[in-house]
Structure formats: C-alpha cells, structure tokens
C-alpha cells in the first residue's frame, strides 16, 4: 500500500529523516513508534504529501507521489485519511458540517444523503447526536473521535493516526485505541498510527517501527520488539533516560 | 553596510517573488477549480458589506474637515466657490482611494491574516489539504474575489459621501453658495476622476488581500506567529498602498489627466 525509499528529509539545518526505507502492507495496522522529535510525525505527513522530502521515494499504490504538484495530490488525497494530532477541526464549522465537508468537496449534493452518511460516521465513533456542537464545546477525546469522523465518512482505503492519544486521559486513551481496532476490522482499512505511547502501540499494532536517529532501527510482530534486548529499544519500551539522580 | 543592503534588497525579492507566486496560484485556481459561492458571498459580507460604516464614517469627515480647511484658505483669496470641486477632486484622486484602502487593510487585512494564520498553526490548512482541498482554492480564491468586488464599491461610497459633507458643511455650515458650489463641482469633476478612483480602488484591494493572505498562509510560531500576522499585515499593507500611490498617481495621470 505504501512504500518509502531511502526517505530523507532536512528541516531547517538538521536532517530528522536520514534514508527511511519502510514497507506498510495493505489491510495492516503498523504502528511508528519513537521518542518525541525523532520525526515520526514528519514521515508520516510525507505519505500523504504534505511534506516533501529532501530525497528519497513514497509510493502510494505503486505510484510515487514526490514529484507530483499539489494540485496533482488531490485525487490521491482521497484515498488516504489522516486523523491530526490536534483533531484540526474547522472551528468555524459545527460538528455535522466538519464532517460533511469531505463529501460535499467530492461532489455530494443530496442532503439526505449528506445527514445519513454523517450520522452513520458519528455512530461508528460512538458520538451518535452530537451533530450540532461546536469544536470548541468538545472535550479533547472527543474532538479526536469527531477528527476521526470526518477522515473515514468519505471511506479511505488508508488512514493515517497521528499521536491520537497523546493529550488525553488513560481512559479516553484506551477508548481510542479500540476505536482504532475496531474501525481497522469493520472498514479493513490500512492504518498507520504514529504514537509514543506503548499501550497504543501494543494494543493496535499488526506490526511495530521504531523511528531512531532518523532511520527504521527494527520493523516487525509487536512480540519480537518485546523480546527484544537491544539497549535502544529496551530503554525506550521501559522507559529509561540513561539519566542518573 | 553592503552585506545589510544586500541582504534586505534579496529578502525584499523573495518577498515580491512568494506574493507573484500566491498571484500566479491564484489565477491558476480561479481558472481550473470551480469557485466556492457560498463561500465568496460570505467574504463579499465580511470584506465589502461590513466594512461600509467605517468607511462612509472616514468619507464623511475627511470631506467636511477638507471642505473646513479649504473655506479657511480660499475665502481669503474670494475663491469661496472652488471649495466643492477642490474637495471633491482631491476625493476622487487621492484620499478616497487611499483612505478607504488604509481602513479596509486595518479592518480587512488584519482578520484576513489572522484568520488564516490561527488556521495555519492549528493544523486546519493541512486538513484542508490531506481531504484533497487546495488551500488557494479555498481560501484565497474567495477573499480575492470579494475584495476585488468590494474595493471599488467602497471608494465609491466614500468619495459619494465626502462630496455630500462637504456640500453640507460648505453651504450650511459655511457661507458657500449652494448653486456655485454645486455648479463648480460638476465643472471639475468628470467620469476621468471616478475612473481613476475605481482603479486605484480595484489595485489597492488586489495589494491588501494578496499581502494579508500571504502573511496568514506563512504564519509560524503558534500564538506568537499569529498576533504578529495581522499587525504585519496592515503594516506591509498600508505602506504598500501609500507608496503605490504614488507611482499609480503619475501613470494614472496619463490615463486619466486631469483639469477641465
């Protein structure tokens, strides 16, 4: 589904990608996982174009979208959701509209259809009736359910997570982390959650990536990456700094 | 010395160079991507709409206080009657344009940018985007569109309501006479001048909304990034307008020259 090749990418004077070579098969969750500002949020803006790398290849569906112009981008766009870290909603819009947004852009006219699709994308993130709120009336797990709303209404083959857990409470927490798998079985979509929190990466992971110093440092089943003993690693799933009191 | 001068003059470049660009990207999306009328009559409101109290109130006074100082001049010189079409040419030519586009920059270029910049930092440009949205076409598109619209209308309005004050304030304030009042206005004043009023108008609004979107689309640094947008905005743009001015008053004036 998504290939990236010898992916680097230099932001400002330092080079957080250094040659990513990653492979995400369809109908997969893999997880990305790596300690803050290792750049896991940046490789994963690059499969959707919204980044562009300094060198290297992404290919979606065996086509390689660095190259093409952002007006280019916008058919494959559609193939792909991205749920954003803040939710990013529009906040000059209601709840219904933000996710009838995707549908109308693709041409959707009829409102009955419009309604039924938003309430049936509410429904599969447990937020049936919430139409009319306002972004800014939503608690911040349910702003990230109503992101996730409008990324699956339009039906991508692919969607993309980008810390969804981060910011919120264990419980929200672990309410979207089965919000993820069970979206993953129901619509068997490819999904691609960025996260550096281990019980997301567990519980949602078919496979595990560890972003380290700018390159994929192990790619496989969440168990090996447990039994693991690899310093780097053991010290990131245990959590130690290295720092003495 | 040199290396400063350098350096600003390059900075300077890149600046115009990122505006052609956002012009260029622009008129490509006015052209392949079908235009947003909701969306554009929304802007039209925001933009033309509720911007017209603050410019008949900036149209009224500048013409009475115009007219006030011109009397005190010109009455001593038994030139009385040329009041009206002093003030209204200077409307027409200079400060109704120039006005109007310094109001509409504080009050239009300043929530252009900071509208989109809290977009901008908050991740909304790049959701528009990841659904496939081109942000030119959905953001800039319409705010051009109504500001190119709205411009003209309102130096229109305000050169209109200038004129009227100063009528009000020369002939009942003052001791003008209505008819000569009245009469040397329409002496002096043609379509030449309206003419040269809309242009400046359309060119204006093309300079304020193309540097207030410019400076939302680049806002950075979170909450910091996005109260220094508006302010920029209205600096870059104002400034713009007065030394625009200048240069469009002396080719305008071949177009449109100006006396009887």
Sequence with gaps: MISVRQLRKTLGTKEVLRGVDLEITRGETCVIMGRSGCGKSVLLKHFIGLLKPTSGEVLVEG????????????????????????????????????????????GLKNPLE??????????????AGEQNKMPEDLSGGMRKRVGLARTIVSRPACLLYDEP???LDPIASDSINHLIRRLQKRLAVTSVVVTHDMKTAFHTADRI???HEGRIYFHGLPADLRASRDESIVNFIEGHSGDSA | MLTTLGRTALSLLQYLGELAALAYETCVSIVVAPIRWRLLMRQIVEVGWRSQMVVLVTGAFTGAVLTAQTYFQ??????????????AVAMFRELGPVLTALMVSGRVGAAIAAEIGTMKVTEQIDALRALGV?????????RVLAMLLSMPLLVAECCAVSIISSYLVGVHLLDISGPYHIQNTLRYVGSRDLKMALTKGFVFGIVIVFIACHQGLNTKNGAVGVGRAPTEAVVIGSLSVLILNFFLSFALNIIFPGGV
């Design chain 1, 63 to 106: 086509e390689d979208i660095t190259p093409l112009p952002e007006r280019k981008l916008g058919n494959l766009r559609k193939k792909l959701g991205m749920l954003f870290q803040s939710a990013a909603l529009f906040d000059s819009m209601n709840v219904e509209e933000n996710i009838a947004f995707p549908l109308r852009e693709s």
């Design chain 1, 114 to 127: 419009i309604r039924d699709r938003v309430a049936e994308a509410l429904d599969m993130v447990d937020l």
């Design chain 1, 165 to 167: 857990t981060t910011g």
């Design chain 1, 209 to 211: 990536a560890f972003l």
């Design chain 2, 74 to 87: 010109f009455s001593r010189l038994g030139m009385k009657s040329a009041v009206g079409s002093v003030v």
């Design chain 2, 134 to 142: 081109h942000p030119t076409d959905y953001l800039v598109v319409p």
